[in-house]
């Protein structure tokens, strides 16, 4: 059985930034805070919400980056039914140009609502990422794989790795999902053989 443990050496963690604090955050229309939703009504106001307001510190955190951006979700960029399917282009407003992280990759799986088209929009945003820094002698890479059922079958949780820092998600990777779901935050990925983890999957689906 695949040992994963940590390969980052000391010199490569001290130089991402250090994860903030160990938190549990719930979804909700107020973009995300530390304890279960107040009530029923705001139960009722996000389950019915046409469009689910993301975890504003995760968004936050993704803006931040400084190097990677990891994200591990089946269901990361369709949405549920009868919402609109713009994670996408949420996501993409995310990418902004003077973002510093240059290893992007989503970890997914294949969708019909999920079209070239609609991953092109990330190619799109690497370019317009590179052209404004034409400085920097490594390029911003947005990588996308749908195939992660496929190849892989036996993953139920989702995450992601911001930099050092490893996200646990109960729903989708974001906090996008419209039922009560929570996401912890402020694991050293590092530390937990989370990045091996990821790289394992990312090459199982090759």
């Not at 046409?50 to 968004?59: E, G």
């Not at 997914?108 to 088209?117: G, S, V």
């Not at 929570?182 to 990045?195: C, P, T, Y």
Request: aromatic share 10%; proline share 4%; with cysteine.
């Amino acid at each position: 059985m695949k040992n994963f443990k940590n390969k980052i050496t000391i010199s490569e963690k001290s130089a991402l930034p250090i994860p903030a604090e160990k938190e549990i955050l719930w979804a909700g229309q107020d973009g995300g805070c530390g304890h279960f939703p107040a009530s029923k009504s705001n139960i009722i106001y996000r389950k019915y919400a046409p469009d689910p307001t993301p975890i504003y510190a995760f968004r936050d955190a993704v803006i931040k980056a400084q190097e990677r951006i990891w994200m591990v979700d089946e269901y990361l960029l369709v949405s549920e039914k009868r919402k609109p399917n713009n994670r996408i282009e949420t996501i993409s407003t995310w990418l902004q140009n003077d973002i510093n992280a240059n290893d992007i990759r989503l970890l997914t799986k294949h969708h019909d609502e999920i079209d070239i088209d609609a991953l092109d929009k990330f190619k799109l945003r690497a370019d317009a990422i590179n052209n404004s820094r034409p400085r920097n002698p490594v390029k911003c890479n947005i990588e996308i794989k749908t195939n992660l059922s496929n190849k892989i079958d036996y993953l139920h949780d989702r995450f992601a790795i911001i930099d050092d820092e490893l996200w646990h998600f109960g729903a989708t990777v974001g906090g996008f999902h419209s039922s009560v779901n929570a996401v912890s935050r402020g694991w050293r990925a590092s530390e937990h053989g989370a990045i091996e983890f990821f790289e394992f999957l990312w090459k199982e689906c090759e």
